[in-house]
Nanobody, 117 residues
């Protein structure tokens, strides 16, 4: 079955960095786009970044442009989110997502990122 397992979250000070990882299994990873979303308390889940199956196309939400970098390693079935210059407003649960069909998305369990001094 499809599994997405995020890791790498934690507590970091403002201005710090974290790298999130999402290990995928149960589908042919190299064939699918991958996405990172986040959800802060009391807010809706929002798209953070998107990467094409080859890794050649990457898109970012305006609020992370220039600070976050999405990447993938198709040999390791893993997608990453490098987060630099973190701000308190980046505090959220970060989720890995794969849209396997137009009507069926799969999600990981999420990893908590807390930015605080």
């Amino acid at each position: 079955q499809v599994q997405l397992v995020e890791s790498g979250g934690g507590l970091v000070q403002p201005g710090g960095s974290l790298r999130l990882s999402c290990a995928a299994s149960g589908f042919t990873f190299r064939n699918y786009v991958m996405r990172w979303y986040r959800q802060a308390p009391g807010k809706e889940r929002e798209l953070v970044a998107h990467i094409s199956n080859t890794g050649l196309v990457r898109n970012y939400a305006d609020f992370v442009k220039g600070r976050f970098t999405i990447s993938r390693d198709n040999a390791k079935n893993t997608v990453y989110l490098q987060m630099n210059s973190l701000k308190p407003e980046d505090t959220a649960v970060y989720y890995c997502n794969v849209p396997l069909t137009p009507s069926r998305d799969y999600w990981g369990q999420g990893t908590q990122v807390t930015v605080s001094s």
